[in-house]
């Protein structure tokens, strides 16, 4: 008999379509994949030539859990000059990516019973997170002309006396809105008054393109206080695979996270961890480019999709992803218990392209495109999704 945690528990959709995009390529079929959030670039060259060395030099023990002293001052430094946030090494808590960091917060903050705040909609992985640390993901209804952002009253007509956490991913996955300051505000201060922590997913910080992002974490130093701030290379530096992440937070948080990490993994690579100092140290300029990039591919598809008759979207200020409302589509599709997943799996099989469902974030009317690939690609998925819907939009 396994565990009764795994009744409610289902593996995430976003690595499922990859694997199966994956195997459908690997049988010799031409896939468009705008699955997953993967960026399309290769790991800076100085930050592998780290890792390279770090391996040459054998820094190949066992190491500091919280990860080496060296990479934490360089993310001090990062946040305070980038993000207005000061922090010292011993507050920062390096994990096997942000997954890792995330579920290092929640085993380190909830109880069984306690409820975890999730805006929909929200990235696929939380609510299961949350559920295999035996908290409760508590759903709050967001509303579209907000852009899906929370308000100060979506907040205060959900929280109830076990509520503990709110998990804020800034800018979003999946719809790439981004906050602003007095949003941000009004927010942390219904969380400081009501004893609820921040969790503020930021790992799409640098992929913002109007500048308005700011950390919450840097707005007051009550707010810093219940604040923990998860970050990572996968996004900014194409470090997918090579599993990065890391957390800031105050002191006491940070220690029992550390107290976690040491019995769940001891810490992460040293290998991933020099890879990663190097990107701090040396190659601002490669990451200054990628965003560069996506800002060019976020004009591309935006413009290509407002041409699209009978669709809406939310408009995104960053990370790589649109999410993309097709009520119009489902009004007259047939499909059994979920529009997008239905949706998704026809467009695969006849298009052979590959999106999100909604479903997976929590709003089954929507599918999400990641672009984070080059335009020919994005376009041409794109022009593919206007020919699949045509026919149920004119009915
Ligand atoms: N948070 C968000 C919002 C994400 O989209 C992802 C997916 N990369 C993660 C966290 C996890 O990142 P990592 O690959 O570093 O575990
Ligand atoms: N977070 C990315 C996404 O939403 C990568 C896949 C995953 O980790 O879920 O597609």
């Given at each position: 008999?396994?565990?009764?945690?795994?009744?409610?528990?289902?593996?995430?959709?976003?690595?499922?379509?990859?694997?199966?995009?994956?195997?459908?390529?690997?049988?010799?079929?031409?896939?468009?994949?705008?699955?997953?959030?993967?960026?399309?670039?290769?790991?800076?060259?100085?930050?592998?030539?780290?890792?390279?060395?770090?391996?040459?030099?054998?820094?190949?023990?066992?190491?500091?859990?919280?990860?080496?002293?060296?990479?934490?001052?360089?993310?001090?430094?990062?946040?305070?000059?980038?993000?207005?946030?000061?922090?010292?090494?011993?507050?920062?808590?390096?994990?096997?990516?942000?997954?890792?960091?995330?579920?290092?917060?929640?085993?380190?903050?909830?109880?069984?019973?306690d409820e975890v705040l999730l805006p929909l909609p929200y990235w696929v992985s939380y609510s299961e997170m949350v559920k295999v640390t035996n908290a409760i993901p508590r759903e709050i209804k967001t509303k579209k002309e907000h852009d899906f952002k929370l308000t100060k009253e979506d907040l205060l007509?959900?929280?109830?006396?076990?509520?503990?956490?709110?998990?804020?991913?800034?800018?979003?996955?999946?719809?790439?809105?981004?906050?602003?300051?007095?949003?941000?505000?009004?927010?942390?201060?219904?969380?400081?008054?009501?004893?609820?922590?921040?969790?503020?997913?930021?790992?799409?910080?640098?992929?913002?393109?109007?500048?308005?992002?700011?950390?919450?974490?840097?707005?007051?130093?009550?707010?810093k206080d219940i604040t923990i701030t998860v970050n990572g290379f996968a996004k900014c530096a194409a470090m997918t695979g090579i599993r990065l992440g890391y957390t800031a937070s105050n002191t006491e948080i940070a220690k029992a996270m550390s107290s976690i990490q040491s019995h769940v993994v001891s810490?992460?690579?040293?290998?991933?961890?020099?890879?990663?100092?190097?990107?701090?140290?040396?190659?601002?300029?490669?990451?200054?480019?990628?965003?560069?990039?996506?800002?060019?591919?976020?004009?591309?598809?935006?413009?290509?999709?407002?041409?699209?008759?009978?669709?809406?979207?939310?408009?995104?200020?960053?990370?790589?992803?649109?999410?993309?409302?097709?009520?119009?589509?489902?009004?007259?599709?047939?499909?059994?218990?979920?529009?997008?997943?239905?949706?998704?799996?026809?467009?695969?099989?006849?298009?052979?392209?590959?999106?999100?469902?909604?479903?997976?974030?929590?709003?089954?009317?929507?599918?999400?495109?990641?672009?984070?690939?080059?335009?020919?690609?994005?376009?041409?998925?794109?022009?593919?999704?206007?020919?699949?819907?045509?026919?149920?939009?004119?009915?």
């Amino acid at each position: 008999m396994l565990s009764n945690r795994l009744k409610n528990i289902t593996p995430s959709v976003t690595v499922g379509i990859s694997s199966k995009v994956k195997e459908l390529k690997a049988q010799g079929n031409n896939i468009i994949n705008l699955s997953i959030g993967e960026p399309d670039f290769n790991v800076p060259e100085k930050a592998k030539e780290y890792g390279k060395k770090s391996l040459d030099d054998n820094k190949t023990k066992y190491d500091l859990v919280s990860g080496i002293t060296e990479l934490r001052e360089e993310i001090c430094k990062k946040l305070s000059k980038e993000n207005n946030i000061e922090y010292t090494p011993d507050q920062i808590v390096l994990s096997s990516g942000a997954k890792n960091s995330i579920t290092n917060i929640l085993l380190a903050i909830t109880d069984p019973g306690d409820e975890v705040l999730l805006p929909l909609p929200y990235w696929v992985s939380y609510s299961e997170m949350v559920k295999v640390t035996n908290a409760i993901p508590r759903e709050i209804k967001t509303k579209k002309e907000h852009d899906f952002k929370l308000t100060k009253e979506d907040l205060l007509a959900s929280i109830n006396e076990n509520s503990k956490l709110l998990i804020l991913t800034n800018p979003s996955n999946p719809t790439g809105a981004v906050y602003t300051k007095d949003e941000l505000v009004e927010i942390a201060k219904v969380c400081i008054e009501n004893n609820i922590y921040i969790m503020a997913d930021e790992i799409y910080e640098k992929i913002h393109f109007d500048n308005s992002f700011i950390s919450v974490a840097s707005l007051s130093p009550e707010i810093k206080d219940i604040t923990i701030t998860v970050n990572g290379f996968a996004k900014c530096a194409a470090m997918t695979g090579i599993r990065l992440g890391y957390t800031a937070s105050n002191t006491e948080i940070a220690k029992a996270m550390s107290s976690i990490q040491s019995h769940v993994v001891s810490h992460p690579s040293l290998t991933a961890q020099y890879i990663g100092l190097g990107v701090l140290k040396e190659c601002q300029d490669d990451m200054d480019n990628m965003v560069e990039t996506y800002k060019r591919r976020y004009e591309i598809i935006t413009n290509r999709l407002d041409k699209i008759k009978g669709i809406s979207y939310v408009k995104p200020l960053g990370a790589f992803y649109i999410f993309v409302d097709l009520s119009n589509v489902k009004k007259n599709y047939n499909y059994d218990e979920s529009f997008s997943i239905k949706f998704c799996e026809d467009f695969l099989n006849e298009k052979r392209v590959a999106l999100v469902p909604g479903k997976a974030f929590g709003i089954d009317e929507y599918v999400r495109i990641s672009y984070a690939c080059h335009e020919d690609e994005f376009l041409d998925g794109v022009n593919k999704l206007e020919d699949f819907i045509n026919p149920y939009i004119q009915q």
